[in-house]
C-alpha cells in the first residue's frame, strides 16, 4: 500500500462526498467567544465555523488556550457565543439540555453517592414521570454496560479512576443524549485502562449511535477512535486551521491500523501541524517532538514512541475543565529554579531583628490526621448536600477555603476566585457559616482542617484537604 502524498493529505482536509451530501445535525456558525477584561476584550475563539453529521465521531485537538474547551461548552450550553449561533436539529442552542451531556476529564461523580446513586440523579431529572422501578432498571441496564454491575454500591471512593469514568460514562448514555461530549475524559488514566476503554467507548458508540464531540491531546487516540480529526490553532483567536478525514475502515484494529502506512503520513501531518506550523513558544525543544519519519518495528515499540511523544502533549491541558481542583497554591509557594543561591552566610538574629515566624499558630491548630480528614470531609458534603436546597445559575467554577473545626461545624470561609464573590448569595455557604475567627483574622482556637471547595455550573461538588 503507498503511503499519502502530500497532496492527498490536503485533500483529507475535505469533507467527504459521502457527507457532503448529508443533512447537517450540529452546526457552528461564525462562532466567537470574547472576554472583557482590564486591557479590553479577549477573543479566545473568533469566528469558528464546523459542521458535525449525526453519528459522526470527531475529535478536536489543539494546544492549551486555543478554545477546545470553550467551543464545546458552548454546544454543551454552559456558555453562550458572544457572536454566531450553535444550532442542533435547526435549534439554537441556549441552555444545557439532556440531548446534549457531557463527560469530563475529573468524573464529577458526587462523592458520598454510590455509583447507582450517581446514574440515578441523571436518569430521575431525564424521566421524572417514569416510575422508581422504571428507572431503576435504566439505572441497572447502563451500569451493566460499562461492566459496573458489581460494583453498583460502591462510592467513587472504592472505584479506580477507570470505573469512575465507567459510572460518569453510563451516567451520560443512560438520559439516551443525541449529542455526547467528552473533555479529554481518558487523559489521567493508565495507558491500558485508557485502551479498555477507548475500546468500550467505540463499542457503545457503535451501539447506540450517537454523535460524539471528544477533546483529545493524544493523536493516537483521535487516530483510532475519529471520523473526523478537527486541529485547532493557537489562542487568543483562535479558529479551526484544518481537518482531517481518518481513512480507517470500521470495525477498527489498533494493531492493524498501526500496520497501514497511511497512520504515520497522518500521525506525523498532525504532529507538523502541532508543532512547527503551530508551535507554542514555551513547548519542549524540538527534539522531543519530531515527527515518526518511519514505522516502528513492532507494536510495542510504537506505543513507546507514543509515550515519549505524549510527555509534549499531555501537559497542554483544556483550559476550562469544569471540575478540575486548583492546585496553583502549591507550586506557587515552591522557589522558582531560576532562583539563584545565596553565597552570604545566613544572618543571626538580634534583639533589634526579630525572627518572625511563617507559621505561627494555625500549623499547631491544624488537624492532620488523615483519618479525621476523612470524616470531616465527609461532615462538609453531607452539610452542603443538606442545605443546597437548589442549584445556582453561574457559568465559572466557584471556589473556596473553608474551615471545618473537628466537630464538624464550619467555622468560616473564604471566596478564593472573582466568580465566587460576585455569585455569593446563590451558594449553600452563606446559610452554613457561624464565623468564631477574631475580628483580625485570626485562627480559631481549637484544632480545625481547611479545604478547598468547588462549586461547579452542572451543580458537581468537589472537596479536597489543603
Not at 500521525?267 to 516502528?296: I, M, Y
Request: negative net charge.
Amino acid at each position: 500500500m503507498q503511503s499519502l502524498s502530500s497532496s492527498s493529505l490536503t485533500q483529507t482536509s475535505q469533507l467527504s462526498p459521502q457527507s457532503s451530501t448529508r443533512e447537517p445535525f450540529l452546526v457552528i456558525e461564525n462562532v466567537s467567544k470574547i472576554y472583557p477584561t482590564p486591557k479590553g476584550p479577549y477573543s479566545v475563539v473568533e469566528d469558528v465555523n464546523l459542521t458535525v453529521y449525526e453519528g459522526e465521531f470527531v475529535c478536536l485537538i489543539g494546544h492549551s488556550g486555543c478554545g477546545k474547551s470553550t467551543l464545546l461548552n458552548m454546544v454543551a450550553g454552559f456558555l453562550k457565543p458572544s457572536e454566531g449561533e450553535v444550532k442542533l436539529r435547526g435549534s439554537l442552542i441556549t441552555k444545557p439540555g439532556p440531548d446534549r451531556m457531557m463527560v469530563f476529564q475529573n468524573y464529577s461523580l458526587l462523592p458520598w453517592k454510590t455509583a447507582f446513586e450517581n446514574v440515578a440523579l441523571g436518569v430521575k431529572s431525564a424521566y421524572p414521570d417514569k416510575s422508581k422501578a422504571e428507572r431503576a432498571a435504566i439505572v441497572e441496564e447502563h451500569l451493566a454496560l460499562v461492566g459496573l454491575t458489581e460494583s453498583a454500591n460502591k462510592r467513587p471512593s472504592q472505584l479506580s479512576g477507570g470505573m469512575k469514568q465507567r459510572v460518569a460514562i453510563a451516567r451520560a448514555l443512560a438520559i439516551r443524549p443525541q449529542v455526547l461530549i467528552l473533555d479529554e475524559p481518558f487523559g489521567a488514566l493508565d495507558a491500558i485502562t485508557k485502551e479498555e476503554l477507548q475500546e468500550e467507548l467505540l463499542q457503545i458508540w457503535r451501539e447506540f449511535g450517537v454523535t460524539i464531540l471528544m477533546i483529545t491531546h493524544d493523536i493516537d487516540e483521535a487516530l483510532f477512535l475519529a471520523d473526523r480529526l478537527v486541529m485547532m490553532t493557537n489562542g487568543p483567536a483562535a479558529n479551526i486551521g484544518e481537518v482531517l478525514e481518518i481513512p480507517f475502515a470500521r470495525p477498527r484494529n489498533r494493531a492493524s491500523i498501526m500496520e497501514d502506512p497511511r497512520y504515520y503520513d497522518l500521525r506525523n501531518h498532525a504532529l507538523d501541524f502541532l508543532f512547527n506550523r503551530f508551535a507554542h513558544s514555551e513547548e519542549e525543544p524540538a527534539a522531543q517532538s519530531q515527527p515518526v519519519t518511519s514505522k516502528p518495528a513492532s507494536k510495542a515499540l510504537a506505543l513507546k514512541a507514543s509515550a515519549a511523544l505524549g510527555l509534549t502533549t499531555v501537559a497542554a491541558v483544556a483550559g476550562l475543565s469544569l471540575m478540575r481542583s486548583l492546585s496553583t497554591s502549591r507550586s506557587a509557594q515552591q522557589m522558582p529554579a531560576t532562583q539563584p543561591v545565596a553565597t552570604s552566610p545566613t544572618p543571626v538574629a538580634t534583639p533589634t531583628q526579630p525572627v518572625v515566624s511563617a507559621t505561627p499558630e494555625v500549623k499547631n491548630l491544624a488537624i492532620t490526621d488523615a483519618a479525621e480528614l476523612a470524616d470531616l470531609k465527609q461532615k462538609l458534603y453531607d452539610q452542603i448536600d443538606k442545605n443546597w436546597q437548589q442549584i445556582p445559575t453561574f457559568q465559572e467554577n466557584l471556589v473556596y477555603s473553608v474551615k471545618v473545626k473537628k466537630d464538624g461545624e464550619i467555622v468560616s470561609y473564604e471566596s478564593v476566585n472573582q466568580a465566587a464573590k460576585d455569585y455569593l448569595q446563590e451558594t449553600p455557604f452563606p446559610t452554613l457559616v457561624k464565623s468564631t475567627e477574631n475580628k483580625a483574622g485570626g485562627t480559631p482556637q481549637e484544632p480545625f482542617a481547611q479545604y478547598k471547595v468547588v462549586l461547579n455550573p452542572a451543580g458537581m461538588l468537589e472537596v479536597n484537604a489543603q
